[in-house]
């Protein structure tokens, strides 16, 4: 099992950006795909993108053309860049394999689109 990391959330008005980060305890090389998952309040958790070893992505619909995933296997990360941010994409933020999401959970990071 590896520790998940996240930060990068915060407060943003709408159509702004953020990036968010997941630093791994462990080689992230083991898994083959990672992911990034929100929970917003009163809703249940979803994946929202994924990056596979090999590079190809999935995206939910929702967030199609204004977020990217990447990762980084040398340095344990993910990391999530958001622009365009919506109202309706504040939640808070996990990272963990894809798409089932294996190890323990962090504590995720809140992102807040709010005017």
């Known amino acids: 099992q590896v520790q998940l990391v996240e930060s990068g959330g915060g407060l943003v008005q709408p159509g702004g950006s953020l990036r968010l980060s997941c630093a791994a305890s462990?080689?992230?090389?083991?898994?083959?795909?990672m992911g990034w998952y929100r929970q917003a309040p009163g809703k249940q958790r979803e994946l929202v993108a994924s990056i596979n070893s090999r590079g190809n992505t999935y995206y939910v619909n929702s967030v199609k053309g204004r977020f990217t995933i990447s990762r980084d296997n040398a340095k344990n990360g993910v990391y999530l860049q958001m622009i365009s941010l919506k109202p309706e994409d504040t939640a808070v933020y996990y990272c963990?394999?894809?798409?089932?999401?294996?190890?323990?959970w962090g504590q995720g990071t809140l992102v807040t689109v709010s005017s």
């Open positions: 963990n394999s894809a798409p089932s999401g294996s190890q323990p």
């Open positions: 462990g080689s992230i090389d083991r898994f083959y795909a």
